[in-house]
């Protein structure tokens, strides 16, 4: 009897060895997720993983000359926004991103055109965001805009966020 009965504990040692080495393995293959970028107007928030980021690495330089990094940053920048926000008339959009991200600085651009300062908090507000619908060129409002987060090193950019806002109707 007690043959049979360390053959049933050795049988569950074995099956629970297993689990936790699986658990292990499955742990192991799992990415480190990217920071996060919230956009909040109103009521409502969303949050966007980054359309360009590799681990706060730097991936080009905002001031740069040479076209293939102006290329690179561009295509952040245009990388369709997979999170929508409907901002209703007078409300003011709050940005917000990780510590990690905060900690070098970080600004807003809105059409390639800063909407915020560079700062190192976790959090800014942009008092009126009807301004960002405007068209400065036709002085028309659009009926949605892109606003990117841009998370910079030094004057290098080390991540890119995308976030479609859309205007509510009046």
């Known amino acids: 009897m007690t043959a049979f009965s360390s053959?049933?504990?050795?049988?569950?040692?074995?099956?629970?060895?297993?689990?936790?080495?699986?658990?292990?393995?499955?742990?192991?293959?799992?990415?480190?997720?990217?920071?996060?970028?919230?956009?909040?107007?109103?009521?409502?928030?969303?949050?966007?993983?980054?359309?360009?980021?590799?681990?706060g690495k730097v991936l080009g330089d905002l001031a740069s000359t040479d076209k293939k990094a102006q290329a690179g940053f561009t295509k952040c920048l245009t990388t369709e926004p997979k999170k929508t926000i409907t901002v209703h008339p007078g409300e003011k959009l709050r940005l917000g991103v990780e510590p990690d991200v905060a900690e070098d600085g970080w600004i807003a651009l809105s059409n390639s055109s800063p909407i915020t300062n560079m700062s190192k908090q976790t959090y800014q507000v942009v008092p009126n965001a009807d301004q960002l619908f405007v068209n400065q060129q036709t002085r028309s409002l659009a009926d949605s805009t892109v606003v990117s987060v841009v998370a910079s090193k030094g004057g290098k950019y080390t991540g890119v966020w995308n976030v479609k806002l859309k205007r509510a109707e009046s």
């Open 7 to 55: 053959w049933g504990t050795g049988r569950r040692a074995a099956a629970a060895l297993g689990a936790v080495s699986l658990g292990l393995v499955t742990l192991s293959a799992c990415e480190k997720p990217t920071p996060l970028a919230t956009v909040t107007a109103g009521k409502d928030t969303v949050t966007a993983e980054a359309a360009c980021y590799d681990d």
